[in-house]
């Protein structure tokens, strides 16, 4: 198991990103969650198998044409063993 911590700016707000990011956790099974942050960007963190972790981080700008995603930081971070599900903060 791995467990990214994913900080993006760019246009992440207001374009469904949050949205797409559950969608794409859900599919790859990645336990997690997504929040906006004041500043305009948004903090997640995703855990699963390296693999889907992987795929999930490189699927964040791609299926739709409003978000962009200018900049982009992943932190490995240590697992949550109990953690279930993925949900948006607010």
């Known amino acids: 198991m791995q ?3 994913i900080h993006v ?3 992440v707000q207001g374009v469904g990103f949050r949205y797409h990011a559950m969608n ?3 599919e790859n099974h990645l336990t997690g969650w997504v929040r ?3 500043n305009g ?3 997640m963190e995703v855990q699963g198998e390296p693999e889907a972790v992987e795929r999930f981080s490189l699927s964040l700008a ?3 044409n409003w978000i962009r995603i200018d900049t ?3 932190t490995q971070i240590q697992t949550i063993p109990e953690e279930v599900g993925f949900r ?3």
């Open 3 to 5: 467990r990214n911590y």
């Open 9 to 11: 700016t760019g246009r």
């Open 24 to 26: 794409l956790a859900l």
């Open 36 to 38: 906006n942050l004041h």
């Open 41 to 43: 960007a948004v903090e």
């Open 62 to 64: 791609e299926g739709t």
């Open 72 to 74: 982009k930081t992943v």
């Open 88 to 90: 948006i903060r607010y």
